[in-house]
């Protein structure tokens, strides 16, 4: 794994994640990693639409992801943000009616590109939006990965529990069908 290089999102690496994005028609039939950002009736649900908000959050900040790179190229991602950047989980109402504590930290989303899948870059995206975290400050960090338990899945747009456990993640409680919560302090 040491031939990747991980990197904050930022305006400067803009130019690296829209490419990985467009490789892949805005990720998601369009969705440019902005569905969490917004609530379901704030969404234009065009691809242009998605790119230019998810730029302009970029732009001003609010928005982030560890990049992996291979090289000059973005192969994969994981977005985190605080709950206020990122309040549009899948079941949210069933995860807010369960609610112990609201973390300082989401991860949402983690995308590989199709020419690097099955090479363990989700480990890599995950930990490193961990050491991103950590270099901010760090506090609680949530995950909502698919609890498959251990069966193939065609669509898994957070990972799994198993690769959370992996990364020092606990399981809390389950979410909707096929969800989990996972929690880590991270220092």
């Known amino acids: 794994m040491s031939q990747y290089v991980v990197r ?13 994005a467009e490789r892949h028609n805005g990720v998601f039939g369009g969705c440019w ?13 065009t691809y242009e639409g998605n790119r230019s908000l998810k730029r302009r959050l970029v732009d001003e900040g609010r928005a982030h992801a560890a990049l992996v790179y291979d090289g000059d190229e973005v192969v994969a ?13 899948y079941h949210r109402k069933q995860y807010e009616e369960a609610l112990d504590l609201l973390p ?6 983690i995308f590989v590109d199709r020419r690097y899948r099955r090479r363990g870059l989700s480990s890599v995206a995950l930990q490193g939006a961990v050491e991103l975290i950590e270099a901010g400050g760090g506090g609680i960090v949530e995950g909502y990965p698919h609890d498959t338990g251990g069966k193939r899945k065609s669509v898994l747009y957070n990972g ?3 690769l959370f456990e992996k990364a020092g993640f606990a399981y809390v409680r389950s979410k909707g069908a096929g969800n989990c919560v996972m929690r880590r302090r991270v220092p």
């Open 8 to 20: 904050p999102l930022t305006s400067g690496t803009w130019d690296g994640f829209a490419a990985l």
């Open 33 to 45: 990693c902005t569905w969490f950002h917004t609530m379901s009736a704030e969404k234009e649900r």
């Open 77 to 89: 991602w994981c977005e985190y943000g605080s709950p206020q950047e990122l309040p549009n989980i």
């Open 104 to 109: 300082d930290y989401r991860i949402t989303c």
């Open 160 to 162: 799994t529990r198993t």
